[in-house]
Structures are given as C-alpha cells and as structure tokens.
Nanobody, 130 residues
Framework: EVQLVESGGGLVQTGGSLRLSCAAS????????IGWFRQAPGKGREGVSC????????YYDDSVKGRFTISSDNAKNTVYLQMTSLKPEDAGVYYC???????????????????????WGKGTLVTVSS
C-alpha cells in the first residue's frame, strides 16, 4: 500500500522557519518524483516544490525561491522541505504527493501540477502569525 505521511507543520511567527518531512512507503522511491503542495483556506492547491532523479532535478515556485529548499534522503525514503523567512501567505495545509518518474521524464507531465500526481498524503498544517 502506497503511503505518504507528512509531518513538521505547526505555528511559526513571520520570518521563522519550519522543516516539513514526507515519509514514503509502498513504492520504489527512485521511480517517483515527490512534490510539495499547499492549500490556503478558500484557495486551490498549488505546487510549491518538487524533486526527482535522486535530487538531480528540483523545482520551486517563484513565490518560494530563495526561501524554501527541497531535499531527499533516499535511504530513508523521505523528502524534506526546509522553509525559511516564512510569510503569512505561506500558511496553509501542506501536502506531499508522488508522480511516477516515467510520466515526468517521457510524457512531459509536471511534478508541480496538482492534477498530475498519482498519490497524496493527508497534509500537515502550517500557520504563520503576523
């Protein structure tokens, strides 16, 4: 059974930092790209960052470039999202999701497109106080 379990969310002040973790199981980690998405109240789910090819590929949305860093520990089947200089607009439920590498590498699908992902975690809440 495929499982993606997020952790690390919480309440932080503006300018603070959090590190999110996404623990994956039930599939071969190397065969997937893993993405982080967020959803603020009343808004759609948006792609924040994703990683693949054992870290050889990374993507960041413009809104988080220079502040967020995605990384993976293949030995632990875990992807991290280090978030710094947090802003109130970064708040929301953060989800990790997986898409098969073949879809990205051969069919041009985007690992940051929420409509393209195969598996989803249940999310972790990030609250940023102003």
């Amino acid at each position: 059974e495929v499982q993606l379990v997020e952790s690390g969310g919480g309440l932080v002040q503006t300018g603070g930092s959090l590190r999110l973790s996404c623990a994956a199981s039930g599939f071969t980690f190397d065969d997937y790209y893993i993405g982080w998405f967020r959803q603020a109240p009343g808004k759609g789910r948006e792609g924040v960052s994703c990683i693949g090819r054992r870290g050889g590929y990374t993507y960041y949305d413009d809104s988080v470039k220079g502040r967020f860093t995605i990384s993976s520990d293949n030995a632990k089947n875990t992807v991290y999202l280090q978030m710094t200089s947090l802003k109130p607009e970064d708040a929301g439920v953060y989800y990790c999701a997986a898409i098969t590498a073949d879809k990205v590498n051969y069919y041009g699908m985007r690992c940051h497109n929420p409509n393209a992902l195969d598996y989803w975690g249940k999310g972790t809440l990030v609250t940023v106080s102003s």
